[in-house]
Each structure stands twice: as C-alpha cells, then as structure tokens.
Nanobody
C-alpha cells in the first residue's frame, strides 16, 4: 500500500501551494497522518502531523506558514503551504505518523528565489 501525494509544482518565493493525499478508509480512519519532505542531499524530515481528531503539530521551520488538515469524509489529508521559501524546496510525501505504509513517489515542490 502506498499513499500518493499530489499538488506540487514550481512557485516563486512567497507563493502558495496546496498538497493533497488520499488514503484508504481503513487506514485513514484509525491513523494519525503526516506530511514529510526530503530536500536534495538531506534526510527525510517530518513537516506536519494531524491526529484522527484533528490535533496538529508542525516542524519549527514551517510553523505559521503551513497548515495540515484532513477531510475524514474524503479520506484525504491536505497541506496548505503559504509564504513559501526556497528552503522549502523538496519532495513532499504523505504517510501515517508512524510511517505504516510504504513510501510513495512524493510530489516535488520547487520554490524559486
């Protein structure tokens, strides 16, 4: 099982993007969800997470700029990214918070300066 993230693209500094990721109902209904990213030459890092009841947590680097949300009716998790910076450039992945499923291909976000 893999979760496929989508919605990435090329954006200028200060721009916005919204990523989305759909999961099976079986996984989505019981798992806390999360967004991760991996920049070139760096390790994959946790960006944001959300529990089944909507409690959110963020990496310090994205606090105040990114918002994670989930639509339980659509089994979909979102990442709204505002005020994007070049250092946000990375491949973004969604997974459960405990990395329960195999990693998908991710979606590339490129922020130009």
């Amino acid at each position: 099982v893999q979760l496929q993230a989508c919605g990435g693209g090329l954006v200028q500094t200060g721009g916005s993007l919204r990523l989305s990721c759909a999961a099976s109902r079986r996984i989505f209904s019981i798992k806390n969800m999360a967004w991760y990213r991996q920049a070139p030459g760096k390790q994959r890092e946790l960006v944001a997470s959300i529990t089944t009841v909507g409690s959110r947590a963020y990496a310090d680097s994205v606090k105040g700029r990114f918002t994670i949300s989930r639509d339980n009716a659509k089994n979909t998790v979102y990442l709204q990214m505002n005020s994007l910076k070049p250092e946000d450039t990375a491949v973004y992945y969604c997974n459960t918070r405990d990395m329960y499923v195999s990693w998908g291909q991710g979606t590339l976000v490129t922020v130009s300066s």
